[in-house]
């Protein structure tokens, strides 16, 4: 049952990628399809900040296909992109920076007091999610420096994802 919940992560995955972009709203729907099986696929092997990260693009999945739907009344040929200004790119920069060792300490304080299983690789597991995270929030703004986040969070999650045997997991990171 795990492999064809990660094989189903890939393939919705993927044509999500397209969807985006295409910039299509539909591809919110496979976005929120994608991260109930990544999320399923992240607890199961004990990688946390992965699975909290999939709660969180359940989420904004929703947000994102709201958003886009009122702003497609307002942007002419349905295309959603912005320019980031400096101010909205350094906050969240320095938001990642520091969510991510927040994040690493919390789980790994967690696996102290017995309430988590050990994750040897929370560092790279919390750099992933809060990267990912912000590169989310920026798509659901329409930031086109959205791309620049995800390139970097997706070739962790391809490691993260190795490290744990995941192989279909790491085999969508590589194609997005």
Not at 13 to 24: D, N, T
Not at 38 to 54: D, E, R
Not at 91 to 115: E, Q, V
């Amino acid at each position: 049952m795990e492999k064809a919940v990660e094989i189903f992560a890939l393939v919705s995955g993927v044509i999500y990628v397209i969807l985006e972009i295409r910039q299509k709203n539909f591809m919110w729907v496979l976005g929120i399809l994608t991260s109930l099986a990544s999320m399923w696929m992240f607890y199961s092997n004990g990688a946390y900040a992965s699975f909290l990260l999939n709660v969180y693009y359940l989420v904004t999945a929703f947000v994102g296909l709201w958003q886009w739907r009122r702003d497609k009344a307002v942007v002419d040929e349905g295309i959603h992109i912005r320019r980031m200004n400096v101010k909205a790119a350094v906050a969240g920069l320095i938001s990642a920076c520091l969510l991510t060792f927040a994040l690493s300490w919390g789980m790994d304080h967690m696996h102290a007091c017995g309430i988590l299983k050990e994750n040897p690789m929370s560092l790279l597991d919390a750099s992933v999610a809060i990267l990912s995270a912000v590169a989310t929030w920026w798509l659901v703004k329409a930031y086109l420096q959205q791309w620049w986040l995800w390139i970097i969070a997706n070739g962790l999650s391809v490691a993260l994802c190795a490290s744990q045997g995941m192989w279909w997991m790491a085999i969508l990171y590589i194609l997005y």
